[in-house]
């Protein structure tokens, strides 16, 4: 996060002249949206701001961000980002990436990202579909899902994005649904003033190859949704369920008896990696998404670390001249004839 002096911003002054060119009815345009109103309200400077995307729908973000963008290849926004960070750490660099783009070609980009501690801020549209190349199956889709690559339904067993995160070493996880502005706003605050690598999943519809994916969690998030609340109780069902720790630490759905919270699990976002690995394996059908900060941990980021490395061979060797490196060992002419000298 640059420190910057907050000016007044309003959601019109972060939205550019380009036409919004996404299906009726995308998820796309209530994230577009709700990160233009956040960013706003934060008081941003727009020049320090950088928006970098890879290919797909969700990767026309940049156009639609009146900040510094840059629309680039597939899967490698996230090195893309990387470069730019190490070299201007000041800027506010954000990822936006789909889960073709940032699990498929780009998965190994993406690893090394969050391993790294890139103080990169990733968004991460999940529709469990390749919406841009016409519906074929990612790597997020649901086993028999039926589309053009496979019409017979998939035989791939999905990815976990949180699980792939946590894996990798991201210091800040979580999860929003693109129908929750109010959460995905706090998270996106959240998000913006934390220094390392961010992971946000963001459940999106796609209404033309994926419709209601997310209905079920979308549509009921008292029954299909825990909200997570530092120090509160796993509850859902309007506090009449939630999940507790059983035997072979395989969490269970128990019922919440005359309000009595007492053997569930407690909710910490500065909790252990255990616990947060834990969290991202309840996912539908078998139990109820947990949404909201998942997970986060302050450490040094990589461009921190890099930067103090050059500034210490700096101090200790003094500036570098290129010339004198250039000419320095050994070294010859050629001379017009071709003779070395």
């Known amino acids: ?13 972060l939205e550019s002249d380009q036409d919004v060119r996404w299906c009726p009815g995308c998820g796309d345009y209530a994230i577009l949206a709700t990160v233009q109103r956040t960013l706003a309200s934060l008081g941003v400077k727009r020049e320090n701001t950088v928006f970098i995307s890879g290919i797909g729908c969700s990767s026309r973000f940049p156009y639609y961000m009146n900040t510094y963008g840059f629309h680039t290849i597939h899967g490698r926004a996230p090195a893309i980002a990387s470069g730019l960070k ?25 690893i090394h990202a969050l391993r790294r501690n890139m103080d990169l801020k990733i968004l991460l549209f999940n529709n469990q579909i390749y919406g841009l190349t016409k519906g074929q199956y990612s790597p997020t889709s649901q086993m028999g899902t039926r589309a053009p690559s496979t019409p017979t339904g998939s035989v791939d067993h999905p990815l976990n994005p949180i699980a792939l995160a946590l894996g990798a070493g991201a210091t800040f ?3 929003a649904a693109d129908t929750d502005a109010k959460l995905m706003g706090k998270i996106l605050d959240e998000a913006y003033r934390h220094k390392g690598a961010v992971f946000i999943e963001m459940l999106q519809n796609c209404p033309v190859f994926n419709d209601g994916v997310w209905e079920g969690v979308k549509d009921d998030p008292a029954g299909k949704q825990i909200q997570l609340v530092e120090g509160k109780p796993l509850v859902f069902a309007n506090g009449t369920k939630g999940i507790k720790l059983g035997a072979g630490l395989v969490p269970e759905i128990v019922d919440v008896v005359d309000g009595n919270t007492s053997e569930l699990l407690v909710h910490t976002e500065r909790g252990s990696t255990l616990y947060a690995n834990l ?38 060797q003094g500036q570098g001249d290129l010339n004198k490196l250039m000419y320095s060992g050994m070294v010859w002419e050629v001379g017009a004839d071709g003779t070395r000298h």
């Open 1 to 13: 996060m640059s420190e910057a002096v907050k000016i007044k911003l309003s959601k019109k002054d």
């Open 86 to 110: 190490i070299t201007r750490p000041e800027l506010d660099v954000w990822v936006i990436t789909g889960d073709g783009d940032g699990l498929s070609i780009g998965g190994n980009h993406m």
């Open 173 to 175: 996880i979580a999860r």
């Open 279 to 316: 969290l991202s394996q309840l996912v539908q059908p078998d139990f109820p998404m947990p949404m909201g900060v998942l997970y986060r941990q302050e450490k040094a980021t990589y461009e921190q670390l890099a930067n103090s490395q050059v500034s210490e061979a700096i101090e200790k």
